[in-house]
């Protein structure tokens, strides 16, 4: 009988056994079909689900794009930028990797992945290789951490701790809103928000640039102007730019819709820093109010030539209002901004839309494309900054376009 | 006095629906009108040699020619005049007694032990049914698992429904650990879990299924569609109700198990009866702890945060669980004023270290202090009465008071590695998750329910039932600004149910039907508040719902049957998926309630129970029409509860068990379920048609199954002992985290699992004394329920168990 049961517990292993090696292999995910393709776009599907696309596109002014059965899906909700043709994609919260796409024979390849401590918060160019990254504690008085990342081995290779701006007294922290570098020098734009993590800005009535030494990132100086509020605003990442010349201009937001709460009681504006100087120009103010009739700068982005992209605020009633960019009620439209004459001009054949989490701004055969979406459906639309005229481009089926991109 | 009509061999099949065991009391009660001079009250259990009782067992008194058939719990009364009597006691499988007693002037109580028949009973023309098989033949699409099988077996709740054909079992870990019941399609809380009929909604993690071990529970009863009216709550489809051992006997059944990842789990389990008074005194415990170090494969980024896709073996450092039960219960049993009358107290507490965010992606650091606790007292007044004030009119009822005190804390500042180390003050003024917090939340509710239902005549019956839930929530945050804003004021969630139903049988029984409605009320009373916790307002929502539908079974043989039901039904938003858990899932006040439309069919058969051969089968096909379909999210670590606003699913779902001569099995099942996204437009996005229509709902496993194998002998080394052999398979294959179509690389994947568990088992003197080896996982294959969150591999348990009934 003992010998019995000995068979009879061999029999169920062997059983055991034969339904593991029936165990099925999971297939191979298809390549991206090769061909082509000059540019690309990453795409928010859908307002609830948390699935962003990085899609290669032969096509921006036409068709649909969609971001079913091809692309790279992406671990959640992303920021995106661009280096050294170079698609950054970076995850948020507990996806802390940053995963880089370029194009290689004709296809949108991964790259190379990082991963980092804190999630990044806002992005800039450090020197055509080189990307620098801040992040950010979203509460209490932390060091902020910069960050060197060499775009083509997608490696950290510097990684300093910093306050930036922080007031003890006041309960104030800085949150960086633009990175931008030049001629050794590393301008850090932010804004002022609560230690208590409400991102209130008590304090905002005052434009404020924290100065580094790049690349050693050792700090420099701040620099300050009265005649407009903090520059740049939450979860964009152009609150400076760099003309082809080597001027600087930052703009100030002023706007309830835009995160600033109290509102600052300096009009919404841009300021000059001129190529050779670390200081505000004094001689340079644009009163955005003044010139618009009244609006708020929500976002800029530098066309070239002189030209700037302003989306502006045109119904400032709501707090974070324009962080919708599948809103029923837009309130967002374009104006293109003459820096030298700072004459404004609004954009035509751009209807009224959607502000975003790190507008999308592709410069590209003097044009720029841009995300541009609402309740009804995202759109890619093309901008004539010197006509101040927009087209109607291709439609992505999905919610938003996070990132318009032309890789070399 | 109306007709005896439960003549000895009368089969006692399941009129309609839950007067099941209304009918089963009825018969007896039927018997008797009421006391007269010279009567006397005989009471009885029938139990088997190893005092477990047996239900459904035929007592027949030879001289007055009545009978009656055993409860669930094995009893059996009569009204008799003084004399002395010859019962006969019958059950299929059981060697017939007779048993003679002598009535005086007092009530006498008898037990009465029948000896298992190894034979084949093929004359025996007694077709009696286990209180279970009578569930399994309701109308309702229902499975009955008979969880004493486990009894002896390292098994929780969990283990045991996760083989239950149509029921998947997602945990996030080891013991402890998050997890999600999915039956049939649904998932969640769109399926209510009962324990003895009361709903468990609010009672909290330390009462959660895997706290209890096999012992303490006698059956589990598996509704995969359409619930019946006593089962009142507000669900999409689909409950469970773990049906504990209440048999007016007394016992003691103790356990304790230990095991890989310094795991010991011990349960007490006891009941006192004294048969002359009708005093029961019933006490339940049981303590499990697991420190959950089992070994995962992590990435661990090397220089300048590279990540190169080799993977590191680490051992998991802070994810212990603990949990305490303590339960006792007194009352009165077989009463003439009461069938149940029991009040009881239950304290009980846990303690759960959280090693990882439920969404954690592969690269991400551990935590390596955030914890949550929570203190859970809960006291209970149950009362049933069959044949209240007229014959025929059953009664159960009860009130339960719960308070449950939850603590979670996050206040950390240092940073930790895979390998327990960690860098001081990395963040001082956040948490390890986000914002600091030290949450506090007290949870009380208070719940009642009276059902009643009345046999009109044979083939007609009428039950109605009203229940009661109401939770207040109210807690604190010293650190959290939004938890402490939501939490500041005290939150109440009032859920009534009214159900109404009537049930008719035609063509001798061989066709049950049920018709019903439920009623449903729910208002919620709260704040909203924002991410900082700056503003608040109420926020009230008053709903008035009306759910429908319709059960009902046709037996095309004794054997076989058929079954089709219908239902319309509504859940509403719980506070915690509307308001989050202060840690991990955040809220998302714009949830709206899910109603869906169910129908269910299904067939079950059997031939040659009993027999050489014996084959069961069980078929059932389900399609659910739901809108606003609750699930979640991950946005970023957290995750939130959204309304995928319809979902269709299809799927199938069966059984097929073979037994060869009462001592092998070879047992089966496999699921199918097809749930697919049926959105026209992308949420709050009118004018973009939704790109993944007709698409597969991410995250959700939809094929997967078990292969149990299982044996036995009888007097094995010494008489009276039972050595059992059983291996278990389980298999779930792959599914993606996202959208099926959505991009074409780098798509994230739940793999393919598939797992097998063997135990042997040894009983000695006729199940008093039993130890058990198992090893659970035995190929140590990866798998995970979940992404990137792997689950333990090999573990080596072993059991003892001691049980003694009287």
Known sequence: ?408 | MRAVHACPYHLVAADVPRTVKGIVALCFFLCHASIALGEVALRGSVVDESNEPISGATVYVQQTRKGVITNDAGAFRFVLQSNTYTLEVRRLGFKTALHTVTLRNADTAVRVQLQEDSKLLETVVVYGKTTEEEVREQAYNVEVVEVKQFANANADLNHILNKVSGANIRQEGGLGSDFRLSLNGLSGKQVRVYINGIPMDYFGNTLALYNYPASLVKSIEVYKGVVPIHLSSDALGGAINVVTNKAPISFIDASYATGSFHSHRGALHGQWYHPETGIVVRGMSFYNYAANNYKVDVEIPGAGGAITGEKTTVTRFHDAYRSRMGQIEIGLAEKSYADELMVGVLFADNYKEIQQSTWAGPFNAPYGEVLQSENNVIASLIYRKNNAFLDGLDIQSFLVFSDADKRRVDTSSRQYDWYGSYKENAHPTTGEVERKSLFTLLDQNVLANVGVQYQLSNSQSIAASIALNRLTREGEDKLHPRNATQFSEPSTTDKKVVGLSYSQSFWENTLKATLFTKNYFYTLRTLATNYSGTEKEPFTETKNEFGYGAASTYHLSPTAQIKASYEKTIRYPEPEELFGDGLLLVPNPRLQPETSKNINLGFRGSSGIGEVHGLEVEANGFYRNSEGFMRTVSTGIFSQYINQRSVRTLGIEGTIQYTYNKQYSLAVNATYQDLRNNNNHLEGNTGQADPFKGDRIPNVPYVFGNVVLRAHWDDVFLAGDKLGLSSAQHYVYKYFLYWPTLAANGKNIIPTQWTHDVECTYSASNGTYNISLSAHNIFDAKVFDNFSLQKPGRAWYIKTRYFLSQ
């Open chain 1, 1 to 408: 009988m003992k010998r019995f049961y000995t068979v009879f517990l061999v029999a169920i292993l062997v059983c055991a056994q034969g339904f593991i090696s029936g165990c099925d292999t999971d297939s191979s995910v298809a390549p991206t079909p090769t061909g082509k393709t000059a540019f690309a776009v990453a795409i928010r599907t859908s307002g609830e689900e948390a699935a962003d696309v990085v899609v290669g596109i032969d096509d921006l002014m036409s068709g649909e794009i969609s971001p079913v059965g091809r692309g790279f899906e992406q671990g959640g909700w992303r920021y995106f930028y661009d280096v050294n043709n170079t698609i950054i994609s970076t995850g948020y919260g507990a996806h802390k990797t940053c995963v880089g796409y370029h194009m290689h024979d004709g296809a949108l390849v991964e790259k190379g992945k990082f991963a980092y401590s804190l999630s990044l918060d806002n992005f800039g160019k450090g020197d055509d290789h080189t990307l620098v990254a801040v992040a950010v504690p979203r509460k209490g008085f932390e060091n902020r951490i910069l960050y060197l990342v060499d775009t083509d081995k997608m490696l950290i290779t510097k990684e300093v701790e910093t306050k930036i701006d922080e007031r003890t007294n006041d309960s104030l922290t800085a949150w960086p809103t633009g990175l931008v570098v030049r001629d050794g020098k590393l301008f850090v734009s932010y804004y002022h928000v609560h230690t208590r993590g409400d991102f209130s800005t008590p304090n905002a009535n005052q434009a404020r640039i924290a100065v580094y030494n790049y690349p050693s990132l050792t700090f420099d100086k701040y620099i300050t102007d009265d005649r407009t509020s903090n520059i740049g605003i939450y979860g964009n990442f152009t609150g400076v730019v760099k003309t082809e010349n080597g001027d600087i201009y930052s703009y100030s937001s002023s706007s309830l819709a835009s995160g600033f709460r109290p509102v600052p009681s300096n009009p919404s504006g841009i300021l000059r820093i001129k190529n050779g100087t670390t200081e505000f120009d004094k001689t340079y103010f644009l009163n955005f109010e003044q010139a618009s009739g009244g609006r708020k700068i929500n976002f800029m982005h530098y066309a070239g030539n002189g030209k700037a992209v302003v989306r502006m605020v045109v119904n400032d009633s709501e707090l974070w209002a324009t962080f919708k960019p599948t809103t029923a009620t837009p309130m967002c439209k374009l104006a293109i901004v003459d820096l030298n004459t700072q004459a404004v001009t609004e954009v035509q054949g751009v209807p009224l839309h959607g502000g975003q989490w790190a507008t999308p701004a592709l410069n590209h055969n003097g044009k720029v494309y841009m995300n541009i979406s609402d309740v009804n459906g995202a759109y890619i639309y093309e901008i004539d900054a010197q006509n101040a005229t927009g087209k109607k481009g291709a439609r992505v089926l999905g919610s938003e376009i996070k990132g318009i991109y032309a890789l070399q």
